[in-house]
């Protein structure tokens, strides 16, 4: 992975990186804590490993399926897992109707694709540990894709955060009438999945959940996570749903400016229930 050479690099965590298909090797753009990537050349698993791991999380960062916001969605949750003594792993997947190698648009799936050959090259570990999916924004809504997959290893669960899940389904927008995505493929993703609607079996999450939403966030309307909650009640899902009056879209680990700065720790609490401790981490 080639950087843009800033000063500023030099004190960004270092991952292990594993590249799950050919292809020219990825960039950044920007400078560390806000790198971006928007041209994704190739899959790959940037890791963040712990010393005694009781578990790990495959994260999925957001960026609109346009772009991936590689630090402060990717990176800066990975070493927030860390601290609760999980092995990370960022996802860099490439974006549907991106161009491909032979300048065609990349297929709708592409993103599903790459994660499931970053899930393959997980169960090569022979340590087996138990597994939660972590997606925030257009992140959150590829968690909850993988959600619904049983491919080993299988997750435990999955944190869904600001995640646009289903209501960009043409079928259950919200608001109602808002246009289609291009390009067309990222349409057709989200066609293809609308994450917690009952009616589409395929695309209901089997394992727990837990979720974070603002309430007024414009970008991810709080429909997509009504929706979910709604499916989740008729179906028996264990769903954690937590809405926050002030936060705005993004807020990640940053915001500090409401309530919703307490989701990482309601989060963590989450986690405890369902992974065991093993002690320190490092």
């Known amino acids: 992975m080639q950087k843009d050479g800033s000063d500023a690099d030099d004190n960004a965590p270092r991952p292990d990186v594993a590249v799950l298909a050919e ?12 790198r971006m990537m928007r041209r994704i050349e190739r899959p790959e698993l940037h890791s963040f490993r712990v010393s005694q791991p009781r578990g790990q999380a495959m994260i999925y960062a957001g960026g609109g399926y346009l772009e991936l916001v590689y630090d402060k969605e990717g990176i800066e949750i990975a070493r927030w897992l860390n601290g609760l ?21 990349l297929p709708f799936d592409i993103a599903l694709r790459d994660a499931l050959a970053g899930l393959d090259h ?11 999916h972590v997606g925030l ?19 435990v669960g999955a944190i869904i955060a600001y995640g646009p899940i289903n209501a960009n389904h043409r079928e259950y927008k919200a608001p109602a009438g808002k246009p289609d995505y ?9 066609d293809a999945w609308p994450v917690g609607i009952r009616a589409h079996p395929h695309a209901m999450p089997k394992v727990p959940l837990f979720m974070a939403y603002a309430l007024h966030d414009r970008s991810v309307p709080v429909d997509h996570a ?29 915001d500090h400016g409401g309530t919703h700065d307490a989701w990482p720790g309601l989060a963590n ?9 093993v002690g320190a981490v490092g």
């Open 23 to 34: 292809g020219p090797e990825n960039r950044l753009s920007g400078q560390w804590p806000d």
């Open 85 to 105: 003594g999980l092995d990370a792993h960022v996802m860099i997947h490439r974006l549907p109707g991106a161009p491909g190698p032979d300048g065609a648009p």
């Open 122 to 132: 997980l169960a090569q570990d022979e340590r087996s540990l138990p597994l939660i």
């Open 137 to 155: 924004s257009s992140g959150g809504h590829l968690a909850g894709v993988m959600a619904c997959q049983t491919n080993a290893p299988s997750a």
């Open 182 to 190: 291009p390009p067309a493929e990222k349409q057709a993703f989200y």
């Open 226 to 254: 009504l929706n979910l909650a709604r499916s989740a009640a008729e179906t028996g899902l264990d769903a954690d749903l937590h809405i926050f009056g002030c936060a705005p879209h993004g807020f990640a680990l940053r």
């Open 269 to 277: 609490a989450w986690i405890d229930r369902l992974l065991p401790s």
